[in-house]
């Protein structure tokens, strides 16, 4: 799948966030199909096989939430990249733990749009490719060796520290909410803070500054993302 030759389906009821993505999506050499609202989202979803859906949660006619319940329930594991205007974070987690890829909140700027966009078509490429080793800078990931190396060294790590980075990894890219790590990692929502914690190890270990970490993000309130190249 080309970046370039990609095809975007945008599903707004706002006219005006119609016409800027639009315009911007087709400056960048993107395919763009558009719906108003969720009905439509969903036929269209099926009919064009799109690589990537940016979606709004507030439709005229369902919830944007039921639109990424009904695709992931039916197996499609398209892109989902959620454009919203709702600041709550209780919205952006089940937004995410439905399945959603990631999200921006409106108003935005069509930089970041694009980079987040290009992050999840990577994301998806690497899925089909199924890459058993990830790099990023100075991080290298070996899935498959179970090998962990900063700028050439090998890092050793806990074994919960190494099913965090593992996680993140075979997302990278893309926002995991503390619950979905939680649930993956210990089996069962235990204590965020105890994530917390070993975020923070991990961090000692593979950040040339872990206050000011280059690979592990965190989205305050909401979970991790693990910055892909």
Do not use: C
Request: glycine share 8%; no cysteine; net charge negative.
């Amino acid at each position: 799948m080309n970046a370039n030759a990609a095809t975007i389906l945008i599903v707004d009821d706002e006219p005006p966030i119609l016409r800027l993505l639009r315009t911007s999506l087709a400056s960048q050499g993107f395919q763009v199909v558009e719906a108003a609202n969720g009905d439509t989202a969903l036929a269209e979803a099926e009919r064009s096989g799109p690589d990537l859906v940016i979606l709004d949660l507030g439709l005229p006619d369902m919830d944007g939430l039921d639109v990424i319940r009904t695709l992931r329930g039916t197996g499609n594991a398209v892109p989902i990249l959620v454009l919203s205007s709702r600041s709550d974070e209780k919205g952006k987690v089940e937004a995410l733990d439905l399945g959603a890829d990631d999200y921006v909140t409106k108003p935005f700027g069509t930089a970041e749009l694009f980079a987040r966009i290009r992050a999840a078509l990577r994301h998806r490429l690497q899925q089909q490719g199924e890459q058993p080793v990830f790099r990023s800078g100075d991080l290298e990931a070996d899935l498959v060796r179970r090998i962990v190396r900063v700028r050439g060294e090998e890092v050793k790590l806990t074994p919960k520290e190494y099913d965090i980075l593992r996680m993140l990894v075979a997302h990278a890219g893309k926002v995991l909410t503390h619950r979905m790590l939680m649930s993956e990692v210990w089996g069962s929502e235990t204590d965020v803070q105890y994530l917390r914690i070993y975020v923070r190890q991990l961090r000692q270990k593979i950040e040339s500054d872990p206050e000011r970490p280059q690979y592990i993000l965190t989205e305050t309130g909401i979970g991790y993302r693990l910055k892909a190249e």
